[in-house]
């Protein structure tokens, strides 16, 4: 670590956070205009084609209630995404995908559905508060599996957003997943590591959540 | 603020900098790393703490408690904390991890770890219990941060101490030709042309190192040229060529000094003819008579190494002139005995068929008349040549007749007086010629024997020849210090002048003695001054010079008195650690009409301020050369025109120059 960095920081961070409270505000920003030509320049005019659908759904459903956002969103990826493991598709065992590497390459896994849903419902201004990861054992795939939930309440059972299935149900009638684990993908804590773990480029602390929020930091959109 | 201190301080400078943005750098990159260890530790343990108590059932209060107790007793967190989605919590906290103060309060404040909660979920299947709060303890972390603060500090202060001793060893090699050149510098205000033979690799230093060098040269050789100029002046204005004695000016300048002064007198003048030289050089041819004259000047110059006193001059062809202090008649008579019978012995012996008379007359009292003497002497030496052979004849003066003492008589009285120590002083005053002020006195000591006050004119013949010179000079000295207890001259700077007779200066026990008796009177001392003539100097300059290095710590001066009647080269005044040079009252006498005096004495004055010597004059009693004699720049002036010697301290001390 230099002196650089140190100096950097604070004006670093003060520049990210104004940053990204503009990029909230303006939603051309949730999808960027770049992103269209990038995946043009990148994959094919379908990449692209699927790019601009997603922004024209974002603006779509942004006046929605919640209950349709999570609708929209969970349908909209359940069809744009070909469901493709991570060793097929980017020959890695496991590859959290932003949602731009997802709808431009045509594939994804769980994770990257996931993700997906998280980073547009966040966009569209639902609560991270009510959203968690979860980690969860198909039990009749005997498969390990990850789904957003959504927590209308604190203590209410929770809303499953999954690819496996292409409607949005409560929990409980989920019998066949067996949740393990969830996360908040945001809260004080993550913020506060998202500026250092960025800035700082700490190896400790590139899990697999920190490497896609740089990832997709820079290609302009933050999670 | 000396350059070593300058350097120092901006060294300390550098180093203080260097530290304070070292420091800096390391406890913010310490406090980011900790802060970012901490914080994914209790991330880390938040994960798996909820994961353990998402398995038990949680209506199990104790089980929770003991998951999260396991956690907390590891000790290095300072807060866990499990909270319900009904808004009820379960807390652990600890105030410190640490038994004892892991930092000073203010490093704290200071550092400031920043710690938050991490948070993760705890679940009972798909609905949330709750979540729990973990916080990391900052003891540890600030423990190694302080440690790592203090190891830091020690580092950098030895790095401070070795790199300014480094730096004065560095300055000290690098100065030391600069000290050399400051010793050089002193050393030519002592009159001591050193060459520096070192000289330093550094350009600028060298650059003055030889500037100097070729100063010191440059002085050196002013110097010598000056003293040479003015020695051939005396030479050819006083000198006799082929005798190497006095001319006839010299001898008369001097004779009628000693005669015509305020000062008691008593002597004998003797004049010595050769009988028909003129002949003698027509048969032996002109350069036979000038050998006769060289070799009677050998044997009268050795005359003079036994009675240094003796003016010894050729006044015209064949005629030569003595003139020697003694006490009485009968010591003038013994004296011009001795002297006849040593040239009938030597150079003037019968062999060479040279015949020469010698006619003589004793003199004694004040402010006689030259030419009454020498017409004395005169007859005494008309009535010699009577005979056709070498014979000497006395004046006998029948309207005078002083009181005479056989040569025992007068060791006992010397004796007597030195044990008694009965002998008087007197002051005579030296001013200065800008400021008026006193500058110094001129100590002389007279004989009280019997009611009757001799004067050092004649006395001083018999101690001299009862060699008790050095007895007597210790007594005078002696005599001087005591008096001058319980006075105040310190405040008024002045300086008493004693007089050392040669014999003294030449005997190294009196040295020693000297040195006793100043250490007994140590404040006193640093007032007195020690003179000799300058003619003894050819024979006792080591001996003088020794003596002033031995007095120096003490704070006595050495001076030379009588200066214009030695024939030695000025070069002594700089070989020897002088402070003054009194100029013979000879020289100033009719100073006024007499311009190659005055030149010789504005040369002496270039040439003793050259070497940071003080001149004075002595003997001044006209106006007209007082007047003359302060035009010449000397510092100082003394005489019987300004005042008569002093009896007593006391008075002396309340004497004010009229004028001043």
Redesign the interface.
């Known amino acids: ?1 230099s ?1 650089t960095h ?1 100096w950097l920081r604070w004006p670093a961070l003060m520049l990210l956070a104004s940053a990204s409270l503009f990029l909230s505000a303006d939603k051309e920003q949730w999808v960027p205009d770049s992103l269209s030509q990038k995946a043009r320049r990148d994959y094919d005019d379908r990449a692209a084609d699927r790019i601009d659908a997603w922004r024209d759904m974002m603006h779509r459903t942004a006046n929605e209630s919640e209950q349709e956002k999570l609708a929209e969103v969970n349908r909209f990826f359940n069809k744009y995404i070909r469901f493709q493991s991570d060793e097929q598709h980017w020959g890695k065992v496991d590859y959290w995908a932003s949602p731009y590497e997802s709808l431009a390459s045509d594939g994804g896994d769980c994770e990257d559905y996931v993700i997906a849903k998280y980073y547009s419902l966040r966009q569209l201004g639902v609560d991270t508060q009510k959203l ?1 990861i979860t980690y969860v054992k198909a039990i009749r795939l005997n498969q390990a599996h990850m789904v957003l ?1 959504y ?1 209308p309440q ?5 809303l499953v957003l999954d690819n496996l299935t292409r409607a949005i149900r409560p ?2 009638e989920r019998t066949d997943l067996d ?1 393990v ?4 993908g945001e ?3 993550l913020e ?2 998202k500026g ?1 773990g960025i800035l ?1 480029g ?1 190896p ?2 590139l899990d697999l959540w920190t490497d896609l929020r740089i990832r997709m930091h820079e290609l302009g959109m933050d999670l | 603020m000396t350059l070593r201190q300058q350097f120092s301080l901006l060294t300390s400078l550098l180093v203080v900098v260097l530290l304070v943005g070292n420091l800096l750098v390391t406890v913010f990159n310490g406090r980011d790393y900790f802060q970012q260890q901490l914080n994914a530790r209790a991330y880390d343990a938040a994960t798996s703490l909820a994961l353990s108590m998402s398995q038990v059932d949680s209506s199990d209060e104790v089980q929770l408690t003991r998951l999260m107790d396991v956690l907390f007793d590891r000790g290095f967190f300072a807060e866990i904390s499990f909270l319900r989605t009904d808004g009820t919590a379960i807390h652990r906290r600890a105030r410190q991890a640490l038994d004892v103060d892991s930092a000073p309060n203010w490093f704290k404040n200071w550092v400031a770890l920043d710690l938050v909660a991490a948070e993760a979920d705890v679940t009972r299947q798909w609905r949330r219990l709750g979540s729990v709060q973990v916080i990391s303890h900052s003891d540890f972390a600030y423990r190694d941060m302080w440690a790592m603060v203090r190891a830091e500090l020690i580092w950098f202060a030895w790095v401070l101490l070795v790199s300014l001793i480094l730096l004065q060893l560095l300055l000290r090699w690098l100065f030391s030709p600069l000290i050399r050149v400051e010793k050089q510098a002193l050393a030519i205000c002592e009159r001591d042309w050193q060459i520096q033979t070192e000289i330093p690799r550094a350009r600028e230093l060298r650059r003055v190192v030889l500037a100097m060098n070729k100063m010191v040269l440059k002085l050196q050789s002013i110097f010598s040229e000056q003293s040479a100029m003015t020695e051939k002046l005396r030479e050819e204005s006083y000198l006799d060529v082929s005798t190497g004695l006095l001319n006839r000016r010299g001898f008369d300048q001097r004779f009628e000094h000693i005669l015509k002064r305020d000062d008691e007198h008593s002597g004998v003048l003797i004049l010595l003819q050769l009988h028909d030289f003129a002949d003698f050089n027509q048969r032996e041819g002109r350069q036979a008579g000038d050998d006769v004259l060289t070799l009677l000047g050998q044997v009268l110059s050795q005359w003079r190494m036994e009675y240094p006193n003796t003016i010894c001059g050729r006044r015209s062809g064949a005629d030569i002139a003595l003139y020697i202090p003694c006490a009485d008649g009968a010591q003038a008579d013994d004296l011009m005995q001795q002297s006849f019978s040593q040239l009938s012995m030597t150079t003037l012996s019968q062999r060479n068929e040279l015949v020469f008379h010698m006619g003589a007359v004793f003199l004694q009292g004040q402010q006689d008349d030259p030419a009454a003497a020498f017409s004395r002497a005169d007859a005494a030496l008309r009535q010699a040549q009577r005979q056709p052979t070498s014979r000497s004849v006395m004046y006998r003066d029948e309207v005078v007749q002083q009181q005479e003492w056989t040569a025992g008589e007068w060791r006992q009285l010397l004796h007597q007086v030195l044990e008694r120590g009965s002998l008087s002083l007197q002051f005579l005053p030296v001013i200065g010629n800008r400021d008026q002020h006193l500058l110094q006195f001129e100590v002389f000591s007279r004989i009280e024997w019997q009611g009757q006050m001799l004067s050092a004119a004649r006395f001083w013949p018999m101690v001299e020849q009862h060699q008790l010179a050095a007895r007597y000079d210790a007594c005078v000295i002696e005599r001087v210090l005591e008096s001058m207890i319980g006075e105040d001259v310190a405040s008024r700077g002045l300086r008493f002048c004693i007089n050392l007779s040669p014999a003294s200066v030449i005997d190294e026990q009196f040295h020693y003695q000297l040195q006793t008796l100043f250490q007994k009177y140590p404040k006193q001392a640093a007032h007195i001054a020690l003179e000799v003539p300058e003619f003894c100097l050819q024979a006792a300059e080591h001996a003088l010079a020794r003596l002033a290095l031995l007095l120096q710590p003490l704070g006595v001066v050495v001076g030379i008195d009588q200066v214009g009647t030695g024939t030695m080269a000025f070069a002594y005044l700089q070989r020897l650690q002088l402070d003054y040079v009194r100029i013979d009252g000879s020289f100033n006498r009719g100073v006024h009409l007499a311009q190659d005096h005055r030149f010789f004495i504005q040369s002496m004055v270039q040439i003793a301020h050259n070497l940071d010597l003080l001149v004075l004059a002595e003997g001044l009693e006209d106006e007209q050369d007082v007047t003359a004699i302060r035009h010449t720049g000397v510092d100082g002036l003394g005489g019987y025109y300004f005042s008569r010697p002093i009896n007593s301290l006391e008075d002396a001390l309340n004497w004010v120059h009229p004028a001043g």
């Open positions: 670590m002196l140190l968690r939930t927590f604190p203590d209410s059972i929770p929990a409980d949740p684990y969830s996360f908040n809260g004080m804590w506060k590591m250092q700082l700490n400790n602390k």
